[in-house]
């Protein structure tokens, strides 16, 4: 088993450490939810909704945006160049050290 740690500023600007396993198949929102930070993932994780956007604040390689992705930011909010979705970003040992910012609600 291998946890990553993962810092992540909430919408009032407190930095919460948190600690994601690798091995449990879990996406950023569920890590989120988990701790009882403000993300809603209405939608479930499928990319149908944006209450899990999120800012990359860390210079970290995440994989590629798919296209269903895409298209939810582009109808989203507060969405900026380094908007992602919690829900499309598993966790994995790569992300040791990732920083990010919740997004405002919709």
Known sequence: MMDVNIVIKDREGVMHKVIAPTDMAMNLMEV??????P???????????AS??????????LPKMQDEEEAMLSEAFYVE???RLGCQINITSALEGLLVELAPES
């Open 52 to 61: 899990c956007q999120c800012y990359i604040l860390s210079n970290h390689d």
């Open 32 to 37: 989120c939810k988990s701790y009882e930070l």
């Open 81 to 83: 160049d380094n908007s």
């Open 39 to 49: 993300v809603e993932g209405i939608c479930g994780g499928m990319a149908m909704c």
